[in-house]
């Protein structure tokens, strides 16, 4: 799911403890010599006397450093294992102090005569900061479904790393041409379908979108331009007009798999059962466990359990036997009915 993300590049762990990342350079470089003074540090980082005598000043402020009483002063790097714990904990008990605001806060906006109690059905997003924490905010409260039109560019690329969504999440997506012929866009979109993402493309879509759990859909009103506002969609009609939109599109998208190989392979937009699926139906017929058919599949286990629950959904079963049966009528009934026909006296 590549189409909202927040950010180019994943961000330095020791960022999140306040230290810059000059501090950081000018800190390992302590630990790399043991015992520095101003003038090697400028030195070794090309820096003039001043600004590193203050990275130095800086980075003993945060405790990562001490210095000798002699002049000039050398400069000691801290243990790590004391220095960044101390850090994090200092940092862990800011948050849990902010935390500690939360009811004033909610109490706050429930006494507010002029703020409405109901959230807002469409809201319109100019912040990219707010953008963020909403985007943040749905990958980590997505409970069963997400739906997505992907079109170039990519714009809001995860700072951190993603979460791996449990199999109960089911995540479709729709991609534009525009989208595919992106450099490296094949490549991640098979390692999403790998992670049991259903992907099909279509030439054109009218936006780009997602929709979460049918409660909420985010929509950049200007595709094209990274800053421009975003659209907040909440539950109401023109959610599920939205919603209704996508699987509109779904069933005229053509599904996208790819060869063992790793090359890409277009189905027929009509078509009951991908490649994977069909493999995966005589396996289970054949009384296979779960960890058999993954290995003859060559699929990892939480993608066989979306295949599964895909079968049974598409076939409106409630068993694996059911399914077995039901698939193999519809999917084979030629091949069935030849058995039957050399079965008979």
């Known amino acids: 799911m590549n189409t909202l993300r927040t950010g180019a590049t994943a961000p330095r762990p020791l960022e999140a403890l306040g230290i810059d990342a000059m501090e950081e350079r000018a800190y390992r470089v302590l630990l790399a010599h043991r015992m520095a003074s101003a003038a090697d540090i400028a030195k070794i980082l090309s820096l003039t006397l001043r600004i590193a005598q203050r990275l130095l000043d800086s980075i003993e402020a945060k405790g990562l450093a001490t210095r000798s009483p002699e002049r000039p002063r050398r400069y000691i790097a801290?243990?790590?294992?004391?220095a960044v714990e101390a850090l994090a904990s200092q940092r862990q008990a800011a948050i849990e102090r902010a935390r500690s605001t939360i009811s004033e806060l909610k109490e706050q906006a429930a006494n507010a005569a002029d703020i409405p109690q109901r959230e807002q059905i469409v809201e319109l997003i100019t912040s990219r900061a707010a953008l963020v924490q909403i985007l943040e905010h749905l990958q980590h409260t997505i409970q069963s479904e997400a739906i997505v039109f992907?079109?170039?560019?990519?714009?809001?690329?995860?700072?951190g790393?993603?979460?791996?969504?449990?199999?109960?999440?089911?995540?479709?997506?729709?991609?534009?041409?525009?989208?595919?012929?992106l450099p490296g866009a094949l490549n991640s979109l098979r390692l999403d379908m790998e992670r049991g993402e259903e992907a099909r493309v279509c030439p054109t879509l009218p936006v780009k979108m997602i929709v979460a759990d049918r409660r909420i859909a985010v929509i950049p009103l200007n595709p094209m331009d990274e800053s421009g506002p975003?659209?907040?969609?909440?539950?109401?009609s023109l959610l599920d007009a939205l919603y209704a939109l996508f699987e509109l599109t779904w069933e005229r998208?053509?599904?996208?798999?790819?060869?063992?190989?790793?090359?890409?392979?277009?189905?027929?937009p009509d078509s009951i059962l991908s490649d994977a699926a069909e493999q995966i139906i005589p396996l289970l017929a054949a009384g296979l466990n779960d960890k058999a058919i993954a290995h003859e599949a060559g699929i990892s286990d939480t993608t066989l359990t979306r295949r599964v629950a895909e079968l049974m959904k598409c076939f409106d079963t409630h068993t694996r036997f059911q399914l077995g049966w039901?698939?193999?009528?519809?999917a084979f009934p030629k091949g069935l009915a030849l058995s039957e026909a050399s079965e008979t006296p």
Not at 150 to 159: D, E, G, M
Not at 230 to 236: D, K, T
Request: net charge positive; glycine share 4%.
């Open 78 to 82: 801290a243990p790590p294992e004391l």
């Open 253 to 268: 998208a053509t599904p996208i798999t790819f060869t063992r190989a790793g090359k890409l392979k277009m189905e027929k």
């Open 326 to 330: 039901r698939a193999a009528l519809d």
């Open 150 to 159: 992907q079109r170039a560019p990519v714009q809001y690329q995860s700072q």
């Open 161 to 181: 790393h993603q979460r791996e969504m449990p199999a109960s999440v089911r995540i479709r997506t729709i991609s534009d041409e525009g989208f595919l012929a």
């Open 230 to 236: 975003v659209l907040l969609v909440r539950g109401s």
